[in-house]
């Protein structure tokens, strides 16, 4: 089964980058006990200053949806979203390389 | 010193993802010998066919400046430049998260 992975660029409403990057590292900090997720990695942009970037490997595609409905999932988008101005989000499917 | 990503998604000539996707699945292998190379990860896209996406984290912005000036990268970019239609390149800064 291929892994599967999402490549999140968040912009956030001015001034709250800071607040949501704390909201985005509690999720990943939930996906410390979630063996299927392999990645949560959050990084800032010094060159955007509203844009967080957050890049998620799992071990499968259906590990991922089943982690958006768990409660603790639902409670980080309640909490993230009136932060948020804009999302594009980009589906990925890792082939190889270092770190994979 | 902070760490410094890159997330850089490529777009390939009409039929050449696969060749240009060989391509960067060498330059990670050269980076399995550096150290400060911490991920260099390739991914293709399900929904965009002609899309390949690495992701870079270094464990600093002089060891990614320095990767470049070598020749075993500039080889890798000269084979690489016929096969790319475009090239959007984002610099990031990683603070946190799983598998970081």
Same mark, same amino acid.
């Given at each position: ?7 999140v660029?968040f912009?956030?409403k ?5 607040a949501?990057? !704390?909201?985005l =590292?509690?999720?990943? *900090?939930?996906a410390e006990g ?6 949560y +990695?959050?990084?800032v ?7 967080i ?7 499968n595609?259906?590990?991922h !949806?089943?982690? =958006?409905d768990q409660e *603790?999932?639902?409670a980080?988008?309640r909490?993230?979203m009136?932060? +948020? ?9 890792p082939?190889g390389?270092?770190?994979?």
């Open positions: 089964m291929s892994k599967f992975g999402m490549n660029k912009t956030a001015e001034g709250q980058r800071d949501l990057a !704390q909201i =590292l509690g999720a990943a *900090a939930v979630v063996p299927d997720c392999e990645k +990695i959050i990084s942009s010094d060159t955007e200053p509203d844009v970037w957050v890049y998620e490997i799992w071990s595609a259906e590990a !949806q089943a982690s =958006l *603790a999932s639902k980080s988008i909490q993230a009136p932060l +948020i101005a804009g999302v594009e989000s980009c589906q990925i499917r082939v390389g270092k770190g994979l």
